[in-house]
Nanobody, 128 residues
Framework: QVQLVDSGGGLVQAGGSLRLSCAAS????????MGWFRQAPGKEREVVGA????????VYADSVKGRFTISRDDARNTVYLQMNSRQPEDPAVYYC?????????????????????WGQGTQVTVSS
């Protein structure tokens, strides 16, 4: 099993930047596909982006392409979500998640149901 701890959320001005971190403990995160999801009040949880266990496949939601970047530092068992050019529609609770190593297709990486472990979430708010 793996335990995930999300951090880095907070208040950022529209157009500003923020970096979220997801620290993994237990089994190393390098054996898992890692995803970032977000959930705004009254809305369903949606994918922000995900990376396969090897790092060979990266997928992003259309709404964040070109603004958000996922990276993983397997030596530190940490996955990051760099968020630039924050928009008013970005506020939400952001969650990282870990899924099985075989998670690779774009469709699977984007599906929250494919992930087995979840962080506690970190709140991100954007001020206009």
């Amino acid at each position: 099993q793996v335990q995930l701890v999300d951090s880095g959320g907070g208040l950022v001005q529209a157009g500003g930047s923020l970096r979220l971190s997801c620290a993994a403990s237990g089994r190393t995160s390098s054996t898992y596909a890692m995803g970032w999801f977000r959930q705004a009040p009254g809305k369903e949880r949606e994918v922000v982006g995900a990376v396969s266990w090897s790092g060979g496949r990266l997928v992003y939601a259309d709404s964040v392409k070109g603004r958000f970047t996922i990276s993983r530092d397997d030596a530190r068992n940490t996955v990051y979500l760099q968020m630039n050019s924050r928009q008013p529609e970005d506020p939400a609770v952001y969650y990282c998640a870990a899924g099985r190593q075989g998670l690779y297709t774009s469709t699977a990486l984007r599906s929250s149901g494919e992930y087995d472990y979840w962080g506690q979430g970190t709140q991100v708010t954007v001020s206009s």
